[in-house]
């Protein structure tokens, strides 16, 4: 279909690569063992139970990201609902992620393992909405209509920093309960009002109008470590969310992954995928030139290989890159894709770099392309996904920068870059 795309270089591409080693990232491991255990244990608080009155039709919120542990969270969540007299139902407090469409949302949700049957629950998904509050300036915020129905609502997400902006609360409760349950209609609003670069301080303001007039009774804040493993499970009732959620943020930003590398020629990205990030590889860790809070690393030219099965075609962020190969090309589902940039009035994220036949001349178009650095000379970082840093490939220039660097080891000695899992 896009054989047709691939073209003749000036100059050619011929030329051979410098040899990548293996590299090993220190972090630290916060991994919860038992992450059931850890969300009875904070639905046992007396104040989170004195919120769950018996017989309350209680809605849980559930998203789109791929969040560590998110079944078995979900799973023990309901079944404390359940045991303080409480009737729940999930449904998924999304926005426009799985095309916009409510088959495709709970088909999400069910691809994480949140079905009736796993959770013992109903799952309703629907993207009707109703207007709950007006903000100051007219913009109107949604919220999807079972759970506006219900006694109470619950949502349970991760938090972590934001992929575009900067506040005290970037993503988490806060926004699923404004951008997430507030369906497509409610994040198109939300985006159509405000510039992402404020969203630090309307979705707040939106989530307080919500918390003024509907019955939201707790958030389960759930925060991973560098390994994408749960690292801290903790209720949040209304009355201290956004102080508490503050407080998690800050800690998530501490424990999160990252390339220690911070000057990279050429930046090679296996796959991205909406469940990695909502950006489909997280600027918190690729950088994003331009945007404040996102300076380093410092990278000259991004490829992407492909998508990951769980993003379902949704290629959200495929604009980051400068180069991308055929086979990420024909795995796009665009109506996916466009959808979800369309809402977040982000069309620069949905844009097709140039696209080459194989990952190898993928990898060498960028370097190619680099001003004044000799192919032999260019630093290339290599990783599978913006969420498994531990191990990554570094081109030869980069290992003598690593001598004494106690945070990462080599791990192999250089040898011919290999494309035999993403070609």
Known sequence: MHEDLQFNIAGGLGFDLPQMARVRQAFEHHKIDDVAGAVTNEMGREDIKAKVKPGAKIAVGVGSRGVANIDVAVKALIASLKELGADPFIFPAMGSHAGGTSEGQEALLAGYGVTEDKMGAPVRATMDTVVVAELEGGTKVHMDKYAHDADGVVLINRVKPHTSFRGEIESGIVKMMTIGMGKINGATSLHGNHPITEFGDALPRAAKAIMECQPFLFGIG????????????????????????????AKAKELMAKIYIEDIDVLVIDEIGKEISGAGADPNVIGNPGTPGFEVPRVKKIVILDLTEKTHGNAAGIGSAHVITHRLLRRVDFASTYANMVTATALEGARVPIPMKTAEDAVRLAV????????EDARIVRIRNTLSLGEIEVSEPILKDLQGDSRMEVLSQPGKISFEDAA
């Open 222 to 249: 759930m925060v991973e470590d560098a390994f994408d493993d749960t690292a801290i499970i903790q209720a949040l009732p209304a009355e201290t969310l956004f102080a508490e959620e503050t407080k998690l943020q």
């Open 368 to 375: 190619k392309t680099l001003i004044g650095v000799e192919p």
